[in-house]
């Protein structure tokens, strides 16, 4: 891919030191098998790199065209595709999600008793689309509502086989809400229900209404719920780490389920795509919502989902439990319609903007959207589970220090 640094405002000396640090301190080290980085700004690729092994048991370098595991980076993507439905006034955002899942009404909260017993009560209000989309509507992921049993009803299930996004959205219903809508953060099955909403608004399975009005427009070749045997050579193997800390396969490309078109398709992680493919969908974010006269969402549709609804303007850390998982650090982070969204730097003790918004994947790949400096970054791996290095810390130090203007 054709790179201009000066083009983006970024001296070229500075950014090399992306590739010195990744090289040394992960690639060469052995603690991730390989890595890619794009950097993007002012619409100009001021950087893209590719180091080590996409799969290291059969000597297969990373390339341009690799295809990654996007996990929960698959989020925004169903945000910005319930957000184009929005756009035409077919929902707002507190319309409560039982107006389009029907089983979801009158869904009870799980609450301690005095007795140290525990029974259900009925929400505050019911859980709301914007719930759904910002991890507040009181469902968590399955393992995380495995304890939410009262009198038999209710219980913790992970996705099987025959799953789908219609029948997930009724499965959660079985299940009392762990808190009042609106008042805790908890990351869940949500952007899941948010898929489920655009397959009842649309009236099209939600690939396909994906693939129509983001993939396709946008130019994103390579972003499905799974690899065909054209693109099967492409997709890179995921490792993790061992009580050692050596890396170990744990999903081959060859055998991977990846190669199956899935019956789940899910909008809370089941994605691949590219580092490209991505870099589009961010770029058309950067951008206010269009790329290369494709436009996808309205400039002030784009600020709404990067905007932070935390009540009061409030950050994660006072929203969340203690050992809540999210894919962004809590302190000074808001969080917006399915992304989270940075405060002063200050408060989150990493450089970067007020307003810039992000989020991740569970094989530790990440990206950002900086409206005020107009820049994207994607960063693409496959190490299980992210958070395991502060890939985002350390690179957001070395690219904002590579600012040229």
């Given at each position: 891919?054709?790179?201009?640094?000066?083009?983006?405002?970024?001296?070229?000396?500075?950014?090399?030191?992306?590739?010195?640090?990744?090289?040394?301190?992960?690639?060469?080290?052995?603690?991730?098998?390989?890595?890619?980085?794009?950097?993007?700004?002012?619409?100009?690729?001021?950087?893209?790199e590719?180091?080590?092994?996409?799969?290291?048991?059969?000597?297969?370098p990373?390339?341009?065209?690799?295809?990654?595991?996007?996990?929960?980076?698959?989020?925004?993507?169903?945000?910005?595709?319930?957000?184009?439905l929005?756009?035409?006034?077919?929902f707002?955002?507190?319309?409560?999600?039982?107006?389009?899942?029907?089983?979801?009404?009158?869904?009870?909260?799980?609450?301690?008793?005095?007795?140290g017993g525990?029974?259900?009560?009925?929400?505050?209000?019911?859980?709301?689309?914007?719930?759904?989309?910002?991890?507040m509507?009181?469902?968590?992921?399955?393992?995380?509502?495995?304890?939410?049993?009262?009198?038999?009803?209710?219980?913790g299930?992970?996705?099987?086989?025959?799953?789908?996004?219609?029948?997930?959205?009724?499965?959660?219903?079985?299940?009392?809400?762990?808190?009042?809508?609106?008042?805790?953060?908890?990351?869940?099955?949500?952007?899941?229900?948010?898929?489920?909403?655009?397959?009842?608004?649309?009236?099209?399975?939600?690939?396909?209404?994906?693939?129509?009005?983001?993939?396709e427009?946008?130019?994103?070749?390579?972003?499905?719920?799974?690899?065909?045997?054209?693109?099967?050579?492409?997709?890179?193997?995921?490792?993790?780490?061992?009580?050692?800390?050596?890396?170990?396969?744990?999903?081959?490309?060859?055998?991977?389920?990846?190669?199956?078109?899935?019956?789940?398709?899910?909008?809370?992680?089941?994605?691949?795509?590219?580092?490209?493919?991505?870099?589009?969908?961010?770029?058309?974010?950067?951008?206010?919502?269009?790329?290369?006269?494709?436009?996808?969402?309205?400039?002030?549709?784009?600020?709404?989902?990067?905007?932070?609804h935390?009540?009061?303007g409030?950050?994660?850390?006072?929203?969340?439990?203690?050992?809540?998982?999210?894919?962004?650090?809590?302190?000074?982070m808001?969080?917006?319609?399915?992304?989270?969204?940075?405060?002063?730097?200050?408060?989150?003790?990493?450089?970067?903007?007020?307003?810039?918004?992000?989020?991740?994947?569970?094989?530790?790949?990440?990206?950002?959207?900086?409206?005020?400096?107009?820049?994207?970054?994607?960063?693409?791996?496959?190490?299980?589970?992210?958070?395991?290095?502060?890939?985002?810390?350390?690179?957001?130090?070395?690219?904002?220090?590579?600012?040229?203007?």
């Amino acid at each position: 891919m054709k790179v201009d640094a000066e083009a983006a405002g970024l001296d070229p000396v500075r950014l090399d030191r992306i590739g010195e640090h990744l090289r040394s301190s992960y690639v060469d080290a052995g603690k991730i098998a390989g890595c890619q980085v794009a950097v993007q700004r002012h619409g100009a690729l001021g950087y893209f790199e590719s180091f080590g092994m996409a799969d290291r048991e059969r000597s297969t370098p990373i390339a341009e065209d690799t295809i990654f595991r996007l996990y929960s980076m698959s989020k925004p993507v169903t945000g910005v595709a319930l957000l184009t439905l929005y756009e035409r006034g077919l929902f707002q955002l507190d319309d409560p999600v039982h107006r389009f899942i029907p089983e979801w009404r009158g869904l009870q909260v799980k609450v301690p008793t005095e007795d140290g017993g525990e029974a259900l009560v009925d929400p505050v209000r019911p859980p709301s689309v914007r719930d759904a989309m910002m991890h507040m509507s009181g469902i968590g992921y399955a393992a995380e509502n495995a304890d939410l049993v009262v009198d038999g009803i209710g219980s913790g299930r992970f996705v099987g086989p025959e799953t789908t996004l219609e029948t997930l959205g009724q499965q959660i219903a079985q299940w009392p809400l762990r808190f009042h809508p609106g008042t805790h953060w908890l990351y869940s099955f949500g952007t899941d229900v948010c898929a489920r909403i655009v397959e009842v608004l649309s009236g099209q399975r939600f690939d396909d209404y994906l693939r129509t009005e983001i993939f396709e427009p946008l130019g994103m070749v390579d972003t499905a719920f799974s690899v065909d045997d054209a693109r099967a050579g492409r997709l890179a193997a995921c490792y993790a780490r061992n009580s050692r800390k050596e890396l170990v396969l744990i999903d081959d490309p060859a055998t991977s389920a990846y190669r199956r078109q899935p019956a789940f398709l899910s909008g809370g992680g089941g994605l691949l795509g590219t580092t490209a493919d991505y870099l589009r969908f961010t770029q058309m974010l950067t951008n206010g919502g269009e790329l290369d006269g494709r436009r996808i969402l309205g400039r002030k549709t784009v600020e709404l989902m990067g905007s932070n609804h935390l009540p009061g303007g409030a950050t994660l850390a006072e929203f969340t439990q203690p050992g809540t998982y999210g894919e962004v650090g809590m302190d000074g982070m808001g969080f917006g319609l399915t992304v989270s969204v940075a405060q002063e730097p200050a408060r989150t003790g990493v450089v970067g903007s007020v307003g810039e918004f992000m989020w991740g994947g569970a094989a530790s790949t990440i990206f950002w959207v900086d409206p005020v400096e107009d820049l994207s970054v994607v960063f693409m791996t496959q190490l299980l589970p992210s958070g395991t290095f502060n890939f985002r810390g350390q690179l957001k130090s070395i690219i904002y220090g590579a600012l040229a203007d």
